[in-house]
């Protein structure tokens, strides 16, 4: 599902950092030409930061991320209605493009928070953390312009990484103020835009493309890593999905079928759950501003000292001091 089109702008952007031109990419395509779309996508954006680390890859890719020239997935969102069926298609079926994070929104007191998650592995290199928030904020900003004839800005950027040396690129690029070394990645924008009409918007278009993105996901599910599966479940349908059998059914597969499938590849529910639930913790506690008590209920904890004993083994850190942290940083 992850259209070539990614993988071949991404060859057409390595040669403008002068840091990357030493990466053979002749070479590079033709010996992983039997991979995946997706895979080799990995695979170049290992390459990149293992050549320059300190590559401003992530900005100068996201430039060319333009929704009306990507995937069928992207002109989907073009031609939704408004800018909140956009989040709902983006929060529901954004998995079908495979990625290596997942999309988390939330809306409090008027503002709308994107975040950047990675529950699919406990520890994500911080380059590639890096490369996903400056490719998706670039195209997540040069979509909602390119739907809303250029009258869109968001209010606020936070990163989970410190800065890098090319940091004024980032205030230069997306327009707002930027923070580092934050608990995750996540943009703001005002929730006054989520009924706005798209200035793209096409009822019949998008019916077409959406039918074309589930009949292209349909045809390869079966080949998906289950546990990627799993945890988008997860993600999607928490706190439900944090109980097994909720699990299963929505994999439409048995308990027993559902424990077959992990231990195969020496897996479990439980550590699934857990990845799941240490990326939604830090969405809630830092973001969405409950307190306690709502945020174990949302993570399908029954207590909240259950849901603390949790958060003190993951992050060495009682939920208060972590919270206290931030705000301070905030402040």
Not at 6 to 14: K, P, Q, S, T
Not at 190 to 198: F, N
Not at 301 to 322: C, D
Request: net charge neutral; charged share 25%.
């Amino acid at each position: 599902m992850l259209d070539d089109i990614y993988y071949r702008l991404f060859l057409e952007v390595i040669p403008q950092d002068p840091k990357l031109r030493g990466i053979d990419i002749k070479r590079l395509t033709y010996t992983r030409k039997h991979l995946t779309e997706d895979v080799k996508y990995g695979h170049l954006i290992d390459t990149v930061y293992q050549t320059n680390p300190d590559s401003n890859f992530g900005l100068l890719y996201g430039k060319y991320l333009c929704p009306s020239i990507l995937c069928d997935f992207s002109r989907m969102l073009l031609t939704a209605q408004n800018f909140g069926e956009c989040l709902k298609i983006i929060q529901s079926l954004n998995h079908i493009l495979y990625p290596r994070y997942y999309p988390v929104i939330t809306r409090n007191k008027g503002v709308v928070s994107a975040s950047i998650t990675f529950p699919f592995d406990r520890q994500v290199p911080e380059y590639l953390r890096r490369f996903c928030a400056e490719s998706l904020f670039s195209y997540t900003l040069n979509g909602f312009r390119e739907i809303s004839n250029n009258n869109f800005n968001y209010l606020s950027i936070s990163l989970d990484y410190p800065p890098p040396i090319y940091a004024k690129e980032y205030e230069d690029l997306l327009g707002c103020e930027v923070r580092f070394d934050q608990p995750l990645n996540v943009l703001k924008f005002s929730e006054d835009l989520l009924d706005k009409p798209l200035v793209t918007r096409n009822a019949t278009l998008h019916e077409i493309y959406l039918k074309k993105c589930l009949d292209a996901w349909q045809a390869m599910e079966r080949d998906r890593n289950f546990e990627y599966r799993a945890i988008c479940n997860m993600m999607r349908h928490h706190p439900d999905a944090f109980n097994s059998q909720n699990l299963a059914d929505k994999l439409n597969i048995s308990i027993r079928g559902l424990q077959k499938r992990l231990n195969k590849h020496g897996g479990s529910y439980s550590h699934l759950a857990l990845l799941a639930r240490r990326e939604l913790a830090k969405v809630y506690l830092y973001e969405d501003d409950h307190n306690l008590d709502h945020t174990a209920e949302k993570l399908g904890f029954q207590t909240s000292s259950g849901f603390r004993k949790f958060f003190k083994s993951e992050f060495s850190q009682t939920p208060a001091e972590y919270m206290d942290s931030f705000t301070r940083e905030k402040a």
